[in-house]
């Protein structure tokens, strides 16, 4: 099983996340509705079992807690995936929710990059602001050493375009995590 724990402390945040890209429980307590409706889909969509605790300065706003979030969980990916090989490396997925498309294109690179092409018409779902989306997706990249592309083009409820982004994430991965036939690692220089 390809697992990782991480605890991350700061003024701001205290984070604990469990990851198992090969399945389990999903329990995500944020203090943050709506992320953690996202973070559930995250894991449920993706197959990936997800034990994520967060205390946040909510009182400042979300920023924090989502970006740290973000920080801890792409370091448990890194984690988890060890030196990367044996895995497909690529994974592409597109995810239409009513109105809204969202697509997410990934390579698992250990070359971290995020390309974001969103924006939200309404500012908040709840309490989530929905500016904050892009900050989490910046932070989980950077943090898992993945390139990431992520694109809507089209949508009008910021509820549906997040939960597509959310959703084309975790089925991406879940393709790029998938073993390959040989464990071998997908370079041409033999190691990422």
């Known amino acids: 099983m390809r697992k990782a724990e991480i605890e991350r ?14 399945g389990g429980d ?6 943050i509705g709506f992320f953690d409706h996202m973070l559930t889909a995250f894991a449920v969509h993706g197959g990936f079992g997800l034990d994520v605790k967060v205390e946040g300065d909510l009182e400042v706003d979300t920023h924090h807690t ?3 979030t973000g920080i801890a969980l792409g370091m448990a990916f890194k984690q988890a995936l060890g030196d990367m ?4 490396r690529y994974g592409s997925f597109s995810i239409p929710m009513d109105e809204s498309l969202a697509s997410a294109v990934i390579d698992i690179s250990n070359r971290p990059f995020l390309v974001f092409k969103a924006s939200f018409e309404q500012e908040l779902c709840g309490d989530y602001e929905t500016c904050v989306t892009e900050e989490f997706f910046r932070a989980f990249a950077m943090n898992s050493c993945i390139t990431l592309h992520i694109s809507v083009p ?5 509820h ?27 370079s041409t220089k033999g190691v990422l």
């Open 26 to 31: 999903v329990n995500i307590s944020t203090g």
């Open 66 to 68: 989502v970006e740290d």
């Open 85 to 88: 090989g044996g895995i497909e």
């Open 154 to 158: 089209y949508g009008a409820n910021a």
């Open 160 to 186: 549906h375009e997040i939960e597509a982004i959310f959703k084309a994430v975790a089925h991406a991965l879940k393709i790029a995590v998938k073993k390959n036939y040989d464990g071998s690692v997908l």
């Open 9 to 22: 402390n700061t003024k701001e945040t205290r984070i604990k996340i469990s990851l198992c890209l090969d």
